[in-house]
């Protein structure tokens, strides 16, 4: 979760409360400057009561993966992903005015999308990246390949964009390999490519190794067999 935000006032100078007995001296901040970065790490950069509104649509629970580490809505549970919100919106309430305002937009997916924690976001095709660092090329490396930008590789990478029928064939040619092999962990009948990087796998360990997995699975599949005859 980012937070990008700018303050309206054209000087710096230093906040202070209302007049009084209570009129307290906040330290200097500087003004009409867009502060970019990790919402958590800026909110705690300002000072209390310094805000007069903050608007925001964090993350939703397991709804998009931005490829981030540590990114808000990918956590393991929902008590996990309301922990981190309540965190945010701790020193959101702590740099607000006390005649400052909240606008939240959020949306509960998991009781209405059923979404869990491990969701595949599929306008996150992370395989892309896989792929191409499989063959050994850099962003720039596989634009100058496909022709296209590499700026348009990040963002797709990312999951900020989502190729269109024809830019995915130009990717999927640059990449050499099948669909498949891009939206394996979001199709229901998707099985044969997994199948195949499995084996692949399998076939870099040690024959012992290898010895070992294949009878758990054959076990495994013996079980399944006999659960469901």
């Not at 700018?6 to 330290?27: A, W």
């Not at 190729?163 to 229901?188: H, T």
Request: proline share 5%; with cysteine; glycine share 6%.
């Amino acid at each position: 979760m980012t937070i990008s935000m700018r303050t309206t006032s054209r000087t710096s100078s230093s906040l202070t409360e209302p007049s009084g007995s209570q009129r307290k001296e906040l330290i200097p901040i500087e003004l009409d400057i867009i502060h970019t970065g990790d919402c958590l790490e800026i909110l705690k950069t300002l000072p209390d009561d310094s805000v007069h509104c903050c608007v925001t649509s964090p993350p939703y629970y397991a709804l998009r993966d931005y490829g981030m580490e540590a990114q808000i809505g990918r956590e393991t549970t929902p008590k996990e992903y309301i922990s981190r919100l309540t965190e945010v919106f701790t020193e959101v309430r702590r740099v607000l005015r006390p005649d400052g305002t909240l606008w939240l937009n959020i949306s509960d997916t998991y009781a209405g999308k059923g979404n869990q924690g491990d969701f595949n976001d599929p306008k996150n095709p992370k395989r892309i990246k896989q792929c191409r660092e499989r063959l050994g090329l850099s962003q720039e490396e596989f634009a100058e390949k496909t022709g296209l930008t590499a700026n348009y590789i990040s963002t797709v990478e990312r999951g900020m964009s989502f190729p269109r029928c024809e830019k995915l064939i130009i990717l999927l040619n640059g990449l050499e390999v099948s669909a498949d092999a891009i939206f394996c962990d979001v199709l229901d009948h998707s099985t044969s490519y997994k199948a195949s990087e499995l084996s692949e796998k399998l076939d870099s360990l040690p024959p012992q190794a290898q010895k070992r997995i294949l009878q758990m699975v054959e076990l495994m599949i013996q079980q399944e067999t006999s659960d469901n005859g």
